[in-house]
């Protein structure tokens, strides 16, 4: 998953699907300012949220010092019409954001640090070039101050020039799992990455920069004792954004710990519309905590001080988790101990902690302030205490003092407040009803997305969780229309108060949720729920055809942002996996969809070789599709690709590519293809680590860190079904041996959750993997996927004990999203895999019950039925975060309770297994 700032990036352009910044459409002042003083022979060109401008004949080198100007929002036309006459008198290519629009975004709090503050960048032609340049800029500017760009290293003297050493035209190598590294050549002509961190961080090789200055001397930044303020000593990072860090200190006066928030002068909210920089957002939060100061449902704030150019807000230390974690780590719906006393247990103290929350919000409407974001994640609780506390004021606001600021979290604040950008007392409310909500299904991003599917989700909470009316009810009254809330928090706290959810004898028992599916999910109900399949499943076909645009090069159907990131024409994310689903959904492939892909250039230059990023899974779906000959070039392309064993797994490394191999190798004939399937076993096998629990493989993360993934994806799970594919192709025993030692491995490191549930982690460090996961990339679902093809080969009855233990973890209706890697699809395809090899009807009622969970999430549109991609802030077509992926889960659904034998459409090559049975 991509992180916030860069889903961020992508929901800038457009209110239904991810989009590039390429689509962006700017203001004309900068073009303007440009236009007005350059040449005509000079050149320009846009590439996402920058203008090049190039003079006649331009030419530069690959790399060295290049010099970045930051501006505020405000002076950016300014500082534009300053610049550019002296690059242009010099004939010295530079680049400058769109827009002050643009500006102000990548300046706010939510653009990656590394990245973020560079208005100009000037490519000069050597390092004389470069520090006359930055001299003379920073005399230019005196006058002007910008955000610290964190990358760089200030020129002396200057709030606005910065530079650092990095490449000019971009050498993209690509990695394994489909993104790019830029990278830049060292002295000896290896290339190395290109970092780009939030931080000073020049080539190793760079002893001094052109200034004479030697690259490893730190900016003076404190006092030099190690403290800050006089008093407090960091002892720990707890995050970062662009705006600063916030930290965990120790007071050297009182012994006490303390947190301090640091925000960067410069750095606004991201809107050109908002003027304050963060400093003012900071001294506004010191003052309301002040005059909150009295309540004990708010952090006290210690002191607010300036250190260096940063300005900080202590406040004391409250020691507790995030109220969502309280409610995922506890809810019975996620811990599947689902009865009367654990329901009371879990709702009676959600409860009280929402009635401490309605008193804090009674308090601050008492005192003239809205909160306006209030989030589960500025709700801390004392669980010894069992104390609520409100951290994180920066949206609140006394309406006569304070400006209004657009600070918002979807699916927390009302459409009110989204849509004005002023909160009002009754958004309080609302957020504490979508918070409320939230305690019992964590839905709420796309109920941020999808307002309107609300009353459907609380119907079927009430159905399978036999939710007090009076409950669903109170959530209903304070998510209603704004306009409508005339609730106060004093009246939403004694109804509160009053909910009959304490006592045991107040819930059904059986709770309906925890009943078999095949004796609730019959008669009516199953005959709905069929209905709605089938009408879903066509409603995405049609959407698949009606939202592909062959006229666009960037992608052929609305996906997840690795569309842009890696490349549109993988089976993850890309076109090829929307394609696949398309020729098992109802309906013809156009042929002009093919053609797009086909006419596509797939090199080792910018696609990776594996089967569900690269081009691996791109000649499995083109040989689905009959363009037999060049699928199978590609596939022995991707065999001999340079980074096919950089990762062992199936879903971007070696594994998957022997897959694919060994697809080819049954649709062709040819032995080459087995060949190159038993090349890449042989390489699994000398790169096995191999221990007491069974063998597993190590994997390096993009920051060069070398780990040990579990699951399907990644994992040795995924590893495991190759090797035995690879077994039944070849009849190697070995092999057969590798994999299942392979899941060894993964049984080894199953964790039981609960006495009712066992779960798996996604790596075998907990500390990079604390949650634990039910899904089919990482987690249950995908350790299911091997484990149940091993019994059907094997017939092992130690591994057919496991089946019963891992089922509670996927035998789920309700989880965050509805997709096909991480969410209730992948769970509902390993249901069916378990019905359908191992002949158990009652996990395809499970799957049915699975299928009502998907459903809630579907979203009617113009093309036909969509769902939502990742964290479900846009809809998206593809197959492992989309509505692809959804069909064809649905799809096999359909068929199977139908009496046909539809099989995995995941990709999977389990006719070698038919095969070998009928031997």
Not at 22 to 27: A, E, L, S
Not at 404 to 417: A, E, L, Q, V
Request: aromatic share 8%; glycine share 8%; with cysteine.
């Amino acid at each position: 998953m991509y992180s916030w700032e860069t889903l961020y990036i992508y929901c800038q352009q457009g209110s239904r699907w991810f989009e590039p910044l390429t689509r962006y459409q700017p203001t004309s002042e900068h073009l303007a300012v440009f236009r007005g003083l350059a040449p005509s022979d000079w050149s320009i060109r846009r590439r996402g949220l920058w203008f090049i401008a190039n003079p006649p004949n331009a030419s530069m080198p690959t790399q060295g010092w290049k010099i970045h100007i930051s501006a505020r929002t405000a002076d950016s036309t300014d500082i534009l019409r300053r610049v550019a006459p002296r690059m242009i008198e010099a004939g010295v290519p530079f680049k400058f954001l769109l827009d002050p629009r643009s500006v102000a975004l990548t300046s706010g709090k939510l653009w990656p640090r590394a990245s973020s503050g560079k208005f100009i960048t000037i490519y000069p032609p050597d390092d004389d070039a470069f520090a006359a340049m930055a001299t003379e800029l920073s005399e230019l500017l005196a006058d002007y101050s910008g955000p610290y760009i964190l990358s760089d290293r200030r020129v002396a003297d200057s709030t606005v020039v910065f530079y650092r050493y990095g490449g000019f035209t971009g050498i993209r190598r690509v990695r394994a799992d489909g993104a790019a590294d830029l990278m830049i050549a060292a002295p000896d002509g290896s290339l190395v990455p290109d970092l780009r961190q939030p931080y000073w961080s020049p080539p190793a090789w760079l002893s001094v920069d052109p200034f004479g200055r030697s690259v490893t001397e730190e900016e003076a930044e404190d006092d030099g004792d190690g403290t800050l303020n006089g008093r407090y000593v960091v002892t720990d990072a707890l995050q970062f954004s662009n705006r600063g860090g916030v930290y965990r200190a120790s007071d050297i006066h009182t012994g006490t710990e303390a947190i301090l928030k640091e925000v960067r002068p410069n750095v606004g909210l991201g809107d050109v519309r908002y003027t304050q920089d963060y400093v003012e957002v900071l001294t506004k939060e010191h003052r309301l905590l002040s005059s909150l100061a009295d309540s004990v449902h708010y952090v006290n704030p210690l002191s607010l001080f300036e250190e260096w150019e940063h300005t900080f807000l202590a406040e004391e230390r409250v020691n507790g988790p995030q109220l969502s974690h309280v409610s995922i780590e506890n809810n019975p719906v996620y811990t599947m101990e689902i009865n009367p006393k654990a329901m009371s247990e879990y709702h009676g103290r959600m409860r009280d902690y929402f009635i401490q929350l309605a008193q804090a919000i009674a308090d601050a409407h008492d005192r003239g302030i809205v909160l306006g974001d209030l989030s589960w994640t500025n709700v801390l609780v004392d669980e010894t205490a069992d104390r609520v506390t409100v951290i994180d004021l920066e949206a609140a606001r006394d309406p006569l003092v304070d400006p209004p600021m657009r600070m918002h979290t979807k699916g927390i604040s009302s459409p009110h407040y989204i849509r004005t950008g002023e909160a009002e007392p009754r958004d309080d409310l609302y957020s504490l009803g979508a918070m409320l909500f939230g305690s019992i299904v964590l839905a709420n991003t796309f109920l941020g997305y999808r307002p309107d599917a609300l009353p459907r989700f609380l119907e079927s909470f009430r159905t399978d969780l036999g939710l007090p009316t009076e409950l669903v009810e109170l959530i209903r009254e304070l998510t209603d229309d704004p306009d409508g809330v005339t609730l106060t928090a004093a009246e939403a706290k004694s109804r509160l108060t009053e909910l009959p959810i304490t006592d045991p004898t107040a819930w059904p028992d059986p709770i309906p949720l925890a009943q078999p599916a095949s004796e609730v999910i019959v008669g009516d109900r199953l005959d709905a729920v069929r209905a709605d399949a089938i009408e879903v499943r066509d409603g995405i076909a049609r959407y698949l055809r009606g939202t592909a645009t062959p006229e666009r090069d960037d992608r052929l159907f609305p996906g997840d942002v690795a569309t842009f990131e890696t490349n549109p024409h993988h089976v993850a994310y890309g076109a090829a996996g929307v394609l696949h689903a398309m020729t098992r959904l109802p309906g013809e492939v156009p042929p002009r969809l093919p053609t797009w892909l086909l006419h596509s250039a797939i090199t080792n230059a910018t696609h990776p070789a594996g089967l569900y990023v690269g081009q691996a899974g791109i000649a499995w779906v083109l040989d689905e599709l009959g363009h037999t000959e060049y699928a199978a070039a590609l596939a022995r392309q991707a065999a001999g690709h340079p980074n096919r064993d950089h990762s062992p797994g199936i879903l971007r490394g070696g594994a998957g590519v022997g897959m694919a191999c060994l697809r080819l190798w049954k649709s062709t004939g040819d032995e080459a293809h087995l060949r190159d399937a038993v090349d890449v076993g042989r390489s699994l096998a000398d790169s096995a680590v191999i221990d007491d629990d069974g063998a597993h493989w190590m994997d390096t993360d993009p920051l060069g860190e070398r780990h040990v993934p579990l699951g399907y994806g990644n994992g040795p799970a995924g590893v495991a079904l190759f090797l035995l594919y690879l077994h039944l192709a070849t009849g190697d025993t070995e092999t057969l041996r590798l994999g299942r030692a392979a899941l060894d491995f993964e049984l080894a490191h199953a964790v039981r959750h609960s006495d009712s549930m066992t779960t798996f982690r996604g790596d075998l460090d907990a500390e990079r993997s604390p949650k634990l996961r039910a899904y089919f990339d990482e987690g249950t679902a995908g350790v299911l996927t091997t484990l149940v093809r091993y019994i059907v080969v094997t017939g092992d009855p130690e591994l057919d004990k496991w089946i019963d233990r891992l089922l509670p973890d996927v035998s789920r209706k309700y989880a965050v999203m509805p997709q096909l890697f991480h969410g209730l699809a992948g769970l509902g395809n390993a249901l069916l895999d378990v019905a359908e090899l191992l002949d158990r009807p009652d996990t395809l009622s499970e799957a049915w019950r699975t299928a009502e969970g998907v459903l809630l999430y579907r979203i009617d549109t113009p093309e036909g039925v969509a769902f939502p991609g990742e964290q479900s802030l846009r809809e998206s077509a593809d197959l492992a975060s989309g509505a692809s992926g959804v069909g064809l889960f649905l799809d096999r659904l359909i068929r199977l309770d139908a009496g046909e034998r539809p099989g995995n459409p995941n990709f999977v090559l389990d006719e070698l297994i038919t095969e070998d049975r009928s031997a």
